[in-house]
């Protein structure tokens, strides 16, 4: 399953999450802390401390940062 690192009310976030809604693609959210400085999560698996992330085990992206690279990798992928 697709995974995304997220903050509520980030709009680059929610520009991600609309994107996989309308896909209507199943993911699996993880809510990180509002302090970058404990992001150690987004950090382990992308390099760097911002939201959102994506994780597509099953096509081998570790740790996707930048939402337009991401929403043009979705919809690439599974558009
Ligand atoms: N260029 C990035 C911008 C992402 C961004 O600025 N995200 C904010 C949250 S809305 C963030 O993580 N800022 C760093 C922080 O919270 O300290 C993108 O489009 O993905």
Redesign the pocket.
């Known amino acids: 399953m697709v995974e995304l690192y997220s903050?509520r009310?980030?709009?680059?976030?929610a520009?991600v999450e609309n994107k996989l809604e309308s896909l209507d693609l199943d993911y699996e959210r993880h809510t990180v802390s509002?302090?970058?400085f404990r992001?150690s999560d987004v950090k382990a698996v992308s390099g760097q401390?911002?939201?959102?992330v994506l994780v597509d085990s099953k096509n081998d992206v570790a740790g996707m940062?930048?939402?337009?690279?991401?929403v043009d990798y979705l919809e690439r992928t599974y558009g």
């Open positions: 903050l009310w980030c709009p680059y976030c520009k509002p302090f970058r992001r401390s911002d939201v959102p940062a930048e939402s337009d690279d991401i």
